[in-house]
């Protein structure tokens, strides 16, 4: 059956990617959408647009009953998933076929045969496939563990176990998020290799029996479980292990009965030995570095085979190396903690182009916001993928760092700096990968640079003098005058006070002997530091000012020349770091507590976030409850410290 209008029951970058291919082959589109989308840009792409009462994703995004309203409502006759949501829910791909409607992803049997671990593994272990057994009577032996939930993924309802007394905590927080999220409370132990790699194998198959394993990306570069950087193909695998993890999955795929796009990942050991994660049924976050190497569009492919046609002769082999970096609004040096607000402006200052080709070098930007628009904490804390190709891994690690580095991102705080620094770390451009990589490099890919911090500061306010500057009136004098004092607050909390003159013989700024101004307005300013000159834009929003230089950017703060001392909160206070829901509790009022011991934790953007106590002592006030939806400042608990 020929589509000709399509619904994509999904939000963001990824609608908007399938959106693309869609027009240029002549398919119509229709999106969906929750309140907070209503003008978001996947919505003003689409032809067609029907509206998901309310905000949080299970009123939304995750109602298959609504979507499938929709898409008939809307004249549609297929439904593409995406990815995340209902993407692998096999019940959601029966409702879409059960109601006349193309399902453009695999059969309804092979999702819900991978949509449980442990029943995967067993599949597959029968298949022939390696997988990792199940510890169920853990010892110390079996340390270290990784606690999984069986249905799932994202890296939810995962947690690591290092010692024996950790365990039953462990399980219990893993089967609470996973109930929450994927509808089963069913978790499972197994191995935890501390330097594994994540290596995956992209699949393709039609209805007629034909099986592609589309070349192999690696995944390892990780926080908390879900993934940051990825790359194809996966760097330092011999011919012959390559060989072995694509039979693999195409071993995989033909057990189950797979048509569409797919993915099997595997856990890759130091000794070369390999074994069966899961399969993701859909489209993965990291295709674009698939069809970088290889040329192909996935997502006409998807459609291909969802009408019925055949793939004919094999997949391309991959040509130089594609690189991907995730733009999260999230700040990695304070525990990944989540960031809202107004995105002023998002731009890469490099030339790309919006799909890239095999060929030349190149780079691609996948984004689903919009400069203006708002970053909550409904959903995915991801604002954008940059992805850059090239003949060689180094030159495209070069390249993609380059472009994110002179990137213009003026709105929450983001893991940009962190992953200019991964990219140009000597592990990584080495092929060193492993999943602990961030978390082992954690100190040095986020370390503040305080001495460009500091020039970046003066810049702020040499621009901010500009921004205020008005002609002296007829017959008056320019004397000597007390120095200028602005006061910043940079990323990680630090401070820094500007203390400067702009006298007959140019500047003095204290801290910067050798400083000259070279140039000054409001939106740039030109400095002289020895023999070396530097331009430095800057843009201030509100209180908080970004000053992009073509090596990096700086965040700063405003701050109250004259502090309020009454402005402090008692140290004791804990209050919410970002709007969110509270998923549980862990103490009650009375409990002594000790400083680090969670309290409580949060939910926001699709990760749990723990509230700790500060400081040895009793738990006086506890004001949150379970379910309840808080907002940035709220008050939550206090604990009161030993005296």
């Keep these: 059956m020929l589509i000709t209008n399509l619904l994509v029951a999904n939000r963001g970058e990824i609608a908007r990617r399938v959106f693309r291919t869609c027009r240029s082959l002549g398919i119509a589109t229709t999106a969906v959408h929750s309140d907070p989308d209503a003008d978001a840009p996947h919505v003003r792409e689409a032809d067609a647009a029907v509206r998901l009462p309310g905000a949080a994703p299970a009123d939304t995004y995750l109602r298959g009953d609504l979507i499938v309203r929709a898409a008939l409502a809307a004249g549609a006759d297929a439904v593409h998933p995406g990815y995340g949501f209902l993407s692998e829910s096999a019940e959601f791909a ?48 079996d340390l270290p563990l990784l606690v999984k939930a069986a249905a799932g993924g994202g890296g939810r309802g995962m947690r690591v176990v290092r010692r024996l007394d950790e365990l039953d905590g462990q399980l219990a927080a893993a089967r609470a998020e996973a ?50 950087i990825e790359e194809a193909p996966a760097p330092g695998l011999s011919a012959r292990l390559r060989e072995e993890l694509h039979a693999a999955a195409v ?92 995105l002023h402006r998002l731009e890469l200052t490099s030339p790309h182009s919006e799909f890239g080709s095999r060929g030349q070098t190149g780079l691609r930007l996948d984004s689903g916001v919009a400069n203006g628009g708002e970053i909550n904490a409904h959903y995915d804390a991801m604002l954008a993928k940059v992805i850059a190709w090239a003949p060689t891994r180094s030159a495209a690690a070069r390249q993609l760092a380059d472009a994110l580095a002179r990137a213009r991102v003026h709105g929450p705080a983001t893991n940009r700096e962190l992953l200019v620094r991964s990219l140009r770390h000597p592990d990584f451009l080495a092929g060193r990968l492993h999943t602990a990589f961030l978390a082992e490099h954690a100190a040095e890919l986020t370390a503040p640079d305080g001495e460009h911090t500091a020039l970046a500061a003066l810049a702020a306010a040499l621009a901010d003098a500009a921004a205020r500057r008005t002609p002296l009136p007829s017959g008056w004098r320019n004397l000597p005058s007390q120095p200028q004092v602005k006061r910043y607050r940079a990323a990680g909390g630090a401070e820094f006070e500007v203390r400067y003159r702009l006298t007959r013989d140019g500047l003095q700024a204290d801290g910067h002997p050798d400083a000259a101004l070279v140039s000054s307005s409001a939106e740039q300013v030109t400095l002289r530091t020895g023999l070396v000159r530097r331009t430095f834009d800057v843009a201030r929003h509100g209180d908080r000012v970004y000053v992009d230089t073509p090596g990096g950017s700086t965040v700063l703060t405003v701050l109250d020349r004259f502090p309020d001392p009454a402005a402090h909160t008692d140290p004791g206070a804990l209050l919410a770091p970002m709007p969110g829901t509270v998923v549980r509790t862990a103490a009650s009022v009375g409990d002594t507590v000790t400083a680090g011991q969670p309290l409580l934790w949060l939910e926001a953007m699709k990760m749990e976030h723990r509230v700790t106590a500060p400081a040895d002592g009793v738990l006086a006030e506890l004001r949150a409850t379970p379910g309840q939806q808080v907002e940035l400042g709220t008050l939550l608990a206090v604990v009161q410290p030993k005296p």
């Design 94 to 141: 029966r409702a879409v076929r059960d109601a006349g409607l193309t399902w453009v992803g695999p059969p309804p049997a092979a999702i819900a045969a991978m949509g449980s671990k442990t029943a995967a593994k067993r599949l597959m272990a029968a298949a022939g496939v390696p997988v990792l057994d199940a510890v169920t009577d853990p010892v110390v032996a």
């Design 251 to 342: 071993t995989a795929a033909k057990a189950i009965g797979y048509a569409g796009a797919g993915t099997a990942e595997f856990l890759l050991a130091e000794d070369g030995r390999f074994w069966f994660l899961e399969m993701n049924t859909r489209l993965q976050v990291e295709h674009p570095v698939t069809e970088a190497v290889t040329g192909l569009d996935l997502v006409a492919l998807q459609l291909a085979v969802a009408e019925g046609e055949k793939l004919t002769g094999r997949a391309p082999e991959p040509v130089g190396c594609a690189i991907e970096a995730r733009l999260y609004a999230e700040d990695p040096g304070n525990d990944w903690r989540p960031a809202t607000g107004t």
């Design 179 to 228: 109930a929450k999220n994927f509808g089963s409370d069913e978790v499972f132990c197994e191995r935890f290799l501390p330097t594994g790699r994540h290596v995956e194998v992209q699949l393709l198959a039609d209805a007629h029996g034909t099986v592609w394993a589309v070349g192999d990306r690696d995944c390892s570069l990780q926080r908390r479980h879900q993934k940051v």
